[in-house]
């Protein structure tokens, strides 16, 4: 069973930066493509990122477009997020997702996820 875990969040001020990072312990993580998602107090469970194995493809919620990155190391089994000029409203619980090899935007179609990373932005 594919494991991930998720590091790299903590507290910042708006403007500043923050690179989330996510761990795969098992060898499937290159078949896959890999998700970011977010949940903020009392909000449903929303996309931010997606990339395909090889990635050929990749897409962005509009909220973070231009502002984050997502990259993947499959040789090290890692899969990033690189997040830039950070908002308020960017504070969430961010998880780390593992589906199938379709660039998707639906959380329901990825299989396996991360324990999540808190990420708070203050004003």
């Known amino acids: 069973q594919v494991q991930l875990v998720e590091s790299g969040g903590g507290l910042v001020q708006a403007g500043g930066s923050l690179r989330l990072s996510c761990a795969a312990s098992?060898?499937?993580?290159?078949?896959?493509?890999m998700g970011w998602f977010r949940q903020a107090p009392g909000k449903e469970r929303e996309f931010v990122a997606a990339?395909?194995?090889?990635?050929?493809?990749?897409r962005y919620a509009d909220s973070v477009k231009d502002r984050f990155t997502i990259s993947r190391d499959n040789a090290k089994k890692m899969v990033y997020l690189q997040m830039n000029s950070l908002k308020p409203e960017d504070t969430a619980v961010y998880y780390c997702?593992?589906?199938?090899?379709?660039?998707?935007?639906?959380?329901?179609?990825?299989?396996?996820w991360g324990q999540g990373t808190q990420v708070t932005v203050s004003s």
């Open positions: 997702a593992a589906g199938p090899a379709i660039l998707s935007t639906n959380a329901a179609l990825y299989e396996y």
């Open positions: 098992e060898r499937t993580f290159s078949s896959n493509t």
């Open positions: 990339i395909t194995r090889r990635g050929f493809s990749i």
